[in-house]
């Protein structure tokens, strides 16, 4: 399942900026897949927080042989060392027993969020341990599919943006500008800002000064 958008998205977008519209029309269709299972996104979210996708994936296929289905009820059975001994850290293990002990004895439910605006949703995913205010936002964009997520904490999106508009540094006022531009539809914005930023455009490079430590 991939997120879903189409070409009202992407026309309001081309005539909000040329330099996107350009980019757009070059990349063409972007597919990224998305998770509609709340409670599997979020703990897939904590398991890969600086991992690999190929590291996740693997804890998470190991995580499912083992508890035979991934819920709150069989990671809080399993507790903290057989987690860990799954392949994550001491840390990542106790925030998922701490998520599944909240959703179990009621103390936060996790399908309310659904019901939630942006701004909600990411303060109550954010006051869970183990996630911050850029993995909510990821939350919400690939398994909520939110259609106007635009993440300042994410490197790669501003990354793209100096690489698209020739910028050696984006701060936040700069960011914020951007995200008007685009929205309501910002989440669209960022996947084709992912995609320049992993190289979708060779030409397009990346004007930062070496010293910049990327941008930040």
């Known amino acids: 399942m991939y997120f879903i958008y189409g070409e009202a998205e992407l026309a309001y977008l081309r005539r909000k900026d040329k330099r996107l519209a350009a ?3 070059r990349i063409g269709p972007v597919e990224r897949t998305v998770d509609p299972d709340l409670f599997s996104a979020v703990v ?3 398991i890969g927080q600086q991992i690999s996708m190929k590291a996740q994936a693997t804890i998470w296929q190991r995580m499912q042989d083992t508890l035979g289905s991934v819920s709150a009820e ?22 998922l027993t701490d998520l599944a002990g909240r ?13 939630m605006d942006d701004a909600e949703a990411i303060r109550a995913l954010s ?10 936002e990821m939350i919400l964009l690939f398994c909520l599919q939110r259609p106007d997520i635009f993440s ?29 531009r685009f929205h309501p539809y910002g989440s669209v914005a960022s996947l084709y800002l992912w995609a320049v930023s992993g190289g979708a455009i060779p030409e397009l490079t990346d004007p ?8 930040k």
């Open 103 to 115: 959703i179990v004895d009621g103390s936060f439910d996790l399908e309310t969020v659904r019901s």
């Open 152 to 180: 300042y904490d994410d490197l790669a999106i501003r990354r793209g943006l100096r690489m698209v508009y020739r910028h050696r540094r984006i701060d936040r006022a700069l960011f914020e500008r951007y995200r008007r």
């Open 23 to 25: 980019v757009i029309d």
């Open 44 to 46: 897939h979210h904590i």
């Open 127 to 136: 006051s869970l341990r183990g996630i911050g205010v850029w993995t909510a």
């Open 208 to 215: 930062a000064p070496k010293s910049a430590n990327g941008g």
């Open 74 to 95: 069989t990671i809080l059975a399993a507790g903290v060392p057989a987690l860990q001994a799954l392949g994550m850290t001491f840390r990542k293990a106790e925030y």
